[in-house]
Each structure stands twice: as structure tokens, then as C-alpha cells.
């Protein structure tokens, strides 16, 4: 980013990419890159940072992993670094697994694949493929990344707290979360804290993208011409800013009940320890599931529809061809959007609310499968008859359809009431949604840093060290996940830290455990090729110029990297997103932004 | 570098990238009262007795009648800035920002009362939901009168130099300041009538 104009209008530039510019106004190093309000360098912090979490939370998970796979033994190397409170002797205490699970799981969403997958690539691409300057509010865009990092720090630094961080769960049922620790310093109290801020980030974030992209589309860009991305972005923001608020209300209720001692999830007469508790009573536990489960199921769109946006870019651009079924893919993801408010209850059809509720919820489930399948379809229809180009990103962008495909297809047990009371609390629901979301959406976004990279830096990853970097993980992730679906089959509990040792039925089981957990650890080293060729890219990649993909949507017309401001001259739009191969063309790709016989 | 749309309208739009900005703001807000709206009805529901008569209803329809009128005074602050009557715009602004404080003072006033007697949120769920309800629309009046005070005080230099954005300023703040009072609109029947 060195050689980034800072100039007040980029008219001035010549769009050379490697051209030192001094404009009217140059920043300190402070206001360029730290309280940026350059939409790119928001969106690259934000992205370090998600990648940053999202490594942190995979290592929660290789701890745990060493727990489930060897119950009872030291930790090797680490455990010694571990406090006394959490794991005496490197050997890991039940509570410390509960937090490291609580943890894991929202650490992993709101602040790994959320930031990175919206916050990263919505902010740093979504501008540019729309021909905008911009975001519409450059200051709230900086505070919704600060407000985004105050919520991260809180949650990390919970850890800290006399009895660790939160232990119920990343999902926080009541009444168990709610007498957990009770108190300021309970870890489930910042975590609530955490949480308002993320959402609060979020909000701040999702209200900007829509009015960026309604107001700030370039002359020529009509809804019809959007790059399939930004119609997800688009969705997504929707998601976000209409699902997070019930969360945040139903986080002050919650914190009225750690800290005010009201009783809005606490049922009357609970018992626990032996004493009836000394509540008000005639709470009602289940409405914190309603609230929560209101904004996660959204949520779980959130975090696909980004990533489906991404593929779908990368898959025009690699097959040459133009996307299968644009249309039909832009009605079904505002369909998905629309549906998943109103699927939410299917996550709890143990919780006896009636058959009548899951009737319905059981309906809309089976309903919102069909826009996936429609969107899967046509991103797999794409590839028919294509001469396709294997770059590292399209690999990523290839693994993405048949992960997603299993993540989706072996969720419709689960969206059916009969066959979820046997499966719910068994590693198949593990297993189900990290198809979905890890080499589902990770992969995918994955693919997005190695196919915006060169946008982003001026230069390219290696693609010796990325298709390293995509088979290993690819090989690792599936032992991780597939074994999972038959533990699950094999009725095993998801939540027991030492992985259920007591019950005779999870005898056969437990070897699995060493299994996942060898190719967990095995897939923690296949990253290191991808962290090293990440930042050695920055300084040694092979330089690039502005469109190295040939590729047709306007973010390739900006210089690499794109100074403030983004293009050199306002760009105009002359037609749809994927004019690729079109016949009687010299080449095999037509630019949204060329004029007819440019 | 120029966000275009920040104080004309876009043609194909017809809006300025604030008014779209604030009713979305608006509609996130929507959904965190209606999830709150939504657990007052569940909790009744679900409740064996619920009581009536606890508040203090003479004192709810004046501040009820005093939201009104402040939001009366807040559109009349809008339209003297349209019609360029700079001082009538301060008054006005000014007189929205003063009933938006007594209606404050009388909030103090109830909860005062209630704690002499003991009546904290843990005492039931109704108050409890009470407390949450009229607490979190304390912090919305709360911060309408921040943005208030700034656009009377610092921020009225703007005037000047762009009276158009600054017109559009006041008329987001109402745009707010209106959704706050009709929260209340429902808050007073839910809370203390029926």
C-alpha cells in the first residue's frame, strides 16, 4: 500500500500503479492507515483482524481437539503455558473446555468469518465493483471497524477474567448462563458486553453498505448489471441490520438478569445446587432461544451469502463463460434473504415448543432449501463446456461447491422434526454446519484473498505455495469433519469434554477422535504456507497491472492498488457483469467499462 | 474526493444518501422494540396474574402530551428553516430540546418513587420489562437531545456555510425524534392503561 494516493481528487492521478503521488492533502501515517476512512484500508483491517481471529479460534479448537483426542492428558508443549485455574499440570479442567467451546463458536462467527467475509471483502470490493468513490459514510464506515475491535479486545480479554470467559455455550441458553458465574467479573457478562458492541458494529456496517449501494452505483450500473457479489452484500446487509437488534435486546434482558437480578429467563421455583433460586420467577427461558435464534439463523445467510458472492466471481472469471442463471441467482438470494427470517425455530424442535410451531418451521425450512439449490446449481451449471483456468482462487472457488453441497444437503434431516430429536445434540449437527461454514465459506473466502489480493497489493500470491496451501487443507479438513456425520449417526454427544466415555454406545466412536484430531493439527500446518505466502507476497510477489485476470467488472479498471478515491476517471457502465467469450469478440472478455469497440 | 448524494438527491433515487441512512436506522430500531414489545406480550402470556394500577398514570399522560408537543416543535424547527427564519428555527429547536428534558425530570420523579417503595426490577417481571422498556427509551430521548444540543450549539455553524445540509440535518434528527415519540405512543397504552 506504499505507493496508495492520498490525493483530495484522483482526477489528477495517471492511474500508473506504482507511480508515488503526493496530493493535496497527505496524511499522517496515523489518519491513512490506523483511523482510515478509505473504505480499502478499512476493509484490509478489517480482514487482518478476522484472519487474526479466526486463527485464534481454530487454536481454541486444537486445544480441544488434544482434550477429546487424548481425554485426561497433559497437553504437550503448551499445557505448561496454560494457567494453574485452567488446566493444573497442562491437563485440561471441564470448565476450561466449556470456554474454550463458548468461545470457539463465537469468536469464529462474529469475529472471524463475519468481519472478514462482509466487513473484509464487502468493504474493500464492494465500492470498487460498484464504481464508487466511497463508501456513502466514510466516518461511521472507521467507527463501525473500531466499535468491531473494542468488541473483539472484550471478548479476548474475558479470558482474563478470575473465572475465564463465557462457559454456555456460544449460543447462552438460560438459565444456565444466566447463574453461571453470576456477577460483573463473570466472563458471561462480557460477553454480553462483547456482544452489543459487535452488533452495534454491524449495524453501523450494514446501514452504510445499503446506502452505498442504492445511491453510489456508477452511471450505466443498473440492478441488473450488479455483479452477483454485491447483490449478496446487498442481502446480507439486510440480514444484518434487521436480525441483529432482537439479539441486542434480548442481550439487555439477559444482562438485566445477571445484574439486576429481574427474572426474564428464569422460571419460578429453578433449583439449582440443592436451593431454590431466589428469583422473581415467571420467566421464560425459551424466549431467549426465540430472540437468539432470530438473529443466528439469519446469521448462518450472513455468513454463506458473502461467500456464494465471491464463488460466483471467481467462477465467471475462471470458466471464462458468463454466470449460468444470473437472474434466477439474483431472485433467489433476495428469496434466502426474505425466508431466513422465518426459519428460525427449526433449531429448536427439542425444546417441546409444539408440534404446531414445528409444523410450520419444519415448512419454511424445506422451502428456503430450494433458493440454495437454485444458486448451487447454477454456480455448477456455470462450469459446463468451460475451458477452465485452475488458478489457486478457482480451486478454492471449485472445493466451495461440493463442501457447501454436503454442509446443505445433510442439514435437511435436520430441518425435519423426527429425524433432528435423534440427531441434535450429536457431532452430525458439528459436522453439518462446519461443511457449510469451514471449507464452505472459509474456502470461499480463501479464494476471494487470492483472487483480490493482487487488487488489494499490486502483486500475486504464489501459486505454488497457494495449491499447497488448498490440498492440504482440503485433504485435512474433510478427515477433520467427515467422521463427525458417523459419531453423530452413532448418537454421540457434542457437548462432553472428555467426548462421552461413559456411555457404552460411543465405544466404537472414540477412535475417531484421534483421527479429527491428527488432521486438525495436520491441517493447522498446511496454513502456514498461506500466512507465509501472504506476507511475503506483499513485498516479493510478481507485480501486477490493473486487470492481471482479465477479468470484466469494474474494480479491475481502478489502478492495483487503488488510491483514495478509487478510479482515475468516473467510470461508466455499458453492460452486464460476465461478458466473457462473447462470439465475434477479439478477445474473450468484454469490461463492463469499454464502450462498445473499445 | 467528493461522496456524491450527500445533500442533493439522486435522480433515479430521489433520495440523499442521509434520509436513506436514517429510515434504515430506523427500521434496526423497529426490530429492537418490536423484539422487546414482543417479550412484554410473551412474558404476559405466560404470566399467572399480572398487575395493573402500578404506575402513575397522570404523570405518564403528561409526559405522553409533552413528547407530543416536542414533536410538534421539532417539525416546526424544520419548516423555519425552509421558509429561512433562522431565529424562529432556534426557538423552536430549543423549546423541543426543553420538553424532552421535563419529560426526563419526570421520568426521575416516577423512578424515584418506585425505588423509595422497593420496587427495583428484580421485584417482578412487570416491573422488570417496565424498567428495560422505559429505560432503553430513556437512553433514545437521552440521545436525541445530544444531537440536539450539538446541532443548537457547535454545529450550527453549518447553517452558513451549507444551509441546505444543514436543513437536511434538522429534518434526519425529526425523522428520528418522531420514531422516539411514537415508541412512547406505544409504551404509555402497553405500560400503564392497560
Not at chain 1, 486444537?62 to 491437563?91: D, E, F, V
Not at chain 1, 464506515?141 to 468488541?151: H, R
Not at chain 1, 460483573?184 to 457478562?189: A, E, I, R, S, Y
Not at chain 2, 442533493?8 to 414489545?37: C, H, Q, Y
Request: proline share 6%; charged share 10%.
Amino acid at each position: 500500500m506504499d505507493n496508495a494516493t492520498t490525493s483530495g481528487t484522483v482526477a489528477h492521478g495517471h492511474g500508473h500503479a506504482h507511480e508515488h503521488e503526493h496530493g493535496h492533502e497527505e496524511l499522517s501515517f496515523i489518519w491513512k492507515y490506523v483511523f482510515s476512512q478509505d473504505h480499502k484500508v478499512i476493509g484490509i483491517q478489517y480482514a487482518i483482524t478476522g484472519l487474526l481471529f479466526l486463527l485464534f479460534g481454530f487454536c481454541l479448537m486444537m486445544l480441544m481437539r488434544w482434550q477429546l483426542a487424548y481425554p485426561g492428558a497433559p497437553i504437550p508443549i503448551i499445557g505448561g503455558l496454560l494457567s494453574q485455574t485452567n488446566a493444573p499440570g497442562g491437563i485440561m479442567l471441564p470448565e476450561f473446555y466449556n470456554q474454550l467451546g463458548a468461545m470457539h463458536g463465537t469468536i469464529m462467527v462474529f469475529l472471524g468469518v463475519v468481519p472478514l467475509a462482509v466487513g473484509g471483502f464487502g468493504n474493500f470490493v464492494m465500492p470498487l465493483q460498484i464504481g464508487a468513490p466511497d463508501m456513502a459514510f466514510p466516518k461511521i464506515n472507521m467507527m463501525s471497524y473500531w466499535v468491531y475491535f473494542i468488541g473483539g479486545v472484550i471478548m479476548v480479554g474475558s479470558f482474563f477474567l478470575p473465572a475465564g470467559a463465557a462457559q454456555s455455550g456460544w449460543t447462552s441458553y438460560p438459565p444456565l448462563a444466566v447463574i453461571t458465574t453470576p456477577g460483573l467479573l463473570g466472563g458471561q457478562t462480557w460477553w454480553l458486553i462483547g456482544m452489543v458492541f459487535l452488533i452495534t458494529s454491524s449495524l453501523l456496517g450494514s446501514l452504510n453498505f445499503i446506502v452505498t449501494i442504492v445511491q453510489l452505483r456508477a452511471k450505466g450500473l443498473s440492478w441488473m448489471r450488479l455483479p452477483f457479489f454485491v447483490w449478496a452484500q446487498f442481502v446480507t446487509s439486510f440480514l444484518l441490520l434487521l436480525a441483529f437488534p432482537p439479539l441486542e435486546a434480548a442481550g439487555v434482558l439477559q444482562l438485566m438478569d445477571r445484574l439486576a437480578g429481574t427474572s426474564f429467563f428464569m422460571p419460578s421455583g429453578l433449583v439449582t445446587g440443592g436451593k431454590v433460586l431466589e428469583v422473581a420467577g415467571n420467566g421464560n427461558p425459551l424466549l431467549w432461544q426465540h430472540l437468539f435464534w432470530f438473529l443466528a439463523h439469519p446469521e448462518v445467510y450472513v455468513l454463506i451469502l458473502p461467500a456464494m458472492g465471491i464463488v460466483g466471481e471467481i467462477i465467471a472469471n475462471n470458466t471464462r463463460k458468463p454466470l449460468w442463471g444470473y437472474r434466477a441467482m439474483v431472485y433467489s438470494v433476495a428469496f434466502l434473504g426474505f425466508m431466513s427470517f422465518i426459519v428460525w425455530a427449526h433449531h429448536m424442535f427439542m425444546t417441546g415448543m409444539g408440534t404446531t410451531m414445528s409444523a410450520f418451521f419444519q415448512t419454511t425450512t424445506m422451502i428456503i432449501s430450494i433458493p440454495s439449490v437454485v444458486i448451487l446449481t447454477a454456480l455448477l451449471l456455470s462450469l459446463w463446456g468451460a475451458s477452465i483456468r485452475f488458478t489457486t482462487p478457482m480451486l478454492f472457488a471449485l472445493a466451495f461447491l461440493p463442501m457447501f453441497g454436503i454442509g446443505g444437503l445433510t442439514g435437511l434431516p435436520l430441518g425435519l422434526a423426527p429425524p433432528d430429536i435423534h440427531l441434535h445434540d450429536t457431532y452430525y449437527v458439528i459436522g453439518h454446519f462446519h461443511y457449510v461454514v469451514a471449507p464452505g465459506t472459509i474456502f470461499a473466502l480463501f479464494a476471494g484473498i487470492y483472487h483480490w489480493f493482487p487488487k488489494a497489493t499490486g502483486r500475486k500470491m504464489n501459486e505454488m505455495l497457494g495449491k499447497i496451501h488448498f490440498w492440504g487443507s482440503f485433504v485435512c479438513i474433510n478427515i477433520v469433519f467427515m467422521p463427525m456425520f458417523i459419531q453423530g449417526l452413532g448418537g454421540m454427544n457434542r457437548r462432553m469434554y472428555d467426548g462421552g466415555m461413559q456411555y457404552a454406545h460411543n465405544a466404537g466412536l472414540l477412535k475417531y477422535n484421534i483421527v479429527i484430531g491428527m488432521a486438525a493439527w495436520t491441517l493447522g500446518l498446511f496454513q502456514i504456507p498461506f500466512i507465509f505466502n501472504f506476507f511475503a507476497s506483499i513485498k516479493w510477489g510478481a507485480l501486477v497491472d490493473k486487470n492481471p485476470w482479465e477479468a470484466t467488472t469494474l474494480e479491475w479498471s481502478a489502478p492495483s492498488p487503488p488510491g483514495h478515491g478509487n478510479f482515475v476517471t468516473e467510470p461508466i457502465v455499458y453492460r452486464g457483469p460476465y461478458e466473457y467469450s462473447v462470439p465475434g469478440s477479439l478477445r474473450d472478455f468484454t469490461p463492463q467499462f469499454e464502450s462498445e469497440k473499445a | 474526493m467528493n461522496i456524491p448524494y450527500t445533500v442533493e438527491e439522486r435522480p433515479d433515487t430521489g433520495l440523499a444518501n442521509g434520509k436513506l441512512g436514517i429510515w434504515l436506522f430506523l427500521a434496526s430500531e423497529v426490530m429492537l422494540f418490536g423484539a422487546l414489545f414482543s417479550t412484554y406480550i410473551l412474558l404476559r402470556i405466560g404470566a399467572p396474574s399480572w398487575p395493573h394500577h402500578e404506575l402513575n398514570v397522570p404523570l405518564g399522560a403528561v409526559n405522553t402530551v409533552l413528547l407530543i408537543c416536542s414533536s410538534v416543535t421539532m417539525v416546526m424547527a424544520w419548516a423555519s428553516l425552509k421558509m429561512n427564519k433562522w431565529g424562529a428555527h432556534r426557538g423552536y429547536l430549543a423549546a423541543t430540546f426543553l420538553l424532552a428534558l421535563v419529560f426526563l425530570i419526570n421520568k426521575s420523579f416516577e423512578y424515584a418513587a418506585h425505588f423509595r417503595g422497593g420496587e427495583y426490577p428484580s421485584h417482578s417481571t412487570f416491573l422488570a420489562i417496565y424498567y428495560t422498556l422505559t429505560g432503553l427509551h430513556g437512553i433514545h430521548i437521552l440521545g436525541g437531545m445530544i444531537v440536539m444540543a450539538y446541532l443548537f450549539g457547535p454545529g450550527a455553524k453549518l447553517w452558513k456555510k451549507n444551509p441546505e445540509q444543514f436543513t437536511n440535518r434538522i429534518e434526519y434528527t425529526g425523522l428520528y425524534w418522531h420514531f422516539v415519540d411514537l415508541v412512547w405512543i406505544f409504551l404509555f397504552p402497553v405500560l400503564y392503561l392497560l
